[in-house]
């Protein structure tokens, strides 16, 4: 299994960028997906989630301008970023609960390079 993210990019500050993660491989369920990122020399921080209920919970920094959404048939979860900020500049991850057909665990993306210019 595998998570593939694309979307990175610079931008200027008050800007847009939207971010697309898929999981591809032998895969029977996607549970909870999310978004983190992590600035060098720090800890990795949730950006935004779903999770199995469909609550979706976001970092008070980005509330009213990021927006999770997935779509369950591509086992794909998209990040929609607005009124970027310096701030915002990081890299980004998605994560899932993924269940194969032997088994169920968290699985990452690579990490795609968000910089945002003021």
């Known amino acids: 299994v595998q998570l593939q993210a694309s979307g990175g990019g610079s931008v200027q500050a008050g800007g847009s960028l939207r971010l697309s993660c898929a999981a591809s491989?032998?895969?029977?369920?996607?549970?909870?997906v999310g978004w983190y990122r992590q600035a060098p020399g720090k800890q990795r921080e949730l950006v935004a989630n779903?999770?199995?209920?469909?609550?979706?919970n976001y970092a008070d920094s980005v509330k009213g301008r990021f927006t999770i959404s997935r779509d369950n048939a591509k086992n794909a979860v998209y990040l929609r970023m607005n009124d970027l900020k310096a701030e915002d500049t990081n890299v980004y991850y998605c994560s899932a609960d993924i269940t194969t057909w032997g088994s169920t665990g968290v699985f990452w993306g690579r990490g795609t390079l968000v910089t945002v210019s003021s």
């Open positions: 779903i999770v199995r209920s469909g609550s979706i």
């Open positions: 491989g032998s895969i029977k369920g996607v549970d909870a």
